[in-house]
């Protein structure tokens, strides 16, 4: 279906319960996440990903998601293991973890997967789990190869980036393998650089289920209400 038929099918409030309005800038405060969690509630979003320096936050009605070893994904895995506990027991609902994107270059998905299952055991079945796999940086067959280990480690989400990485953000071709290769049984998170509707109806029509946006009031001004 091409992008503007979609925009016109699926509605405002259906974009929004795929959204994780997202605020990591390393320079927010206490009341730039106040204000998220205002303009959370007014668009009716999911979630909100805040830094784990910011937990606890109270934000009834919304799920609170952070991220772990972020966004380099070059911290021990138990340091992730940690981080990602540490934030479950402060009341995170879902954990971002980013892997060792150099490791997966470098063809060692054994490491890959290593690094996963010690983040999922650490926060166990009391959060929902995304991978972070830097797709921009890596070619085709390390997506698919990356994808199946956030599987077989136990992981909820397979997600394109941080949007700190300097390769880019998601792209629809990515989105797109990511979903072919995990068929439905994991989500696909599609998150770094969607700043129009047209981008994330992109990302919808390739296979995300979930959409990590920080400008998520203009993205959903495309959408009908």
């Known amino acids: 279906m091409p992008n503007s038929m979609l925009m016109a099918e699926i509605s405002r409030r259906d974009v929004a319960a795929m959204i994780d309005h997202t605020l990591l800038a390393p320079e927010a405060t206490a009341q730039d996440v106040d204000a998220l969690i205002d ?5 009716g979003v999911l979630a909100i990903c805040v830094s784990p320096s910011m937990l606890p936050v109270r934000a009834p009605g ?10 380099s994904g070059k ?5 992730k293991g940690a981080e990602a506990r540490l934030a479950v027991e ?6 971002d973890m980013v ?9 060692d998905y ?37 994808c199946r280990a956030a599987e077989k480690a136990g992981a909820d989400f397979v997600k394109t980036s941080t949007g700190f990485h300097p390769a880019g953000g998601a792209s629809a ?3 797109r393998l990511m979903a072919d290769t995990v068929g439905g049984r994991l989500g696909v998170k599609a998150s770094g650089g969607i700043r129009t509707s047209e981008a994330a109806a ?4 390739a296979g995300a289920t979930r959409l990590g946006l920080s400008r998520s009031r203009e993205v959903l001004q495309g959408f009908p209400a």
């Not at 919304?62 to 966004?71: D, E, I, M, Q, S």
């Not at 911290?75 to 340091?79: T, Y």
């Open 90 to 95: 402060q009341g995170a609902n879902e954990v």
């Open 173 to 175: 071709h990515a989105v």
């Open 110 to 146: 054994n490491a890959v997967l290593g690094d996963i299952i010690t983040v999922r055991e650490a926060v166990g079945d009391r959060a929902v789990l995304k991978v972070i796999i830097e797709s921009a940086a890596l070619s085709d067959a390390q997506i698919v190869e990356v």
């Open 62 to 71: 919304l799920l609170v998601a952070t991220v772990a070893g972020f966004p």
């Open 202 to 205: 992109e990302m919808i029509a």
């Open 75 to 79: 911290h021990h895995s138990l340091v």
């Open 99 to 107: 892997i060792d994107v150099g490791a997966a270059r470098a063809g």
């Open 39 to 43: 303009e959370a509630r007014e668009l």
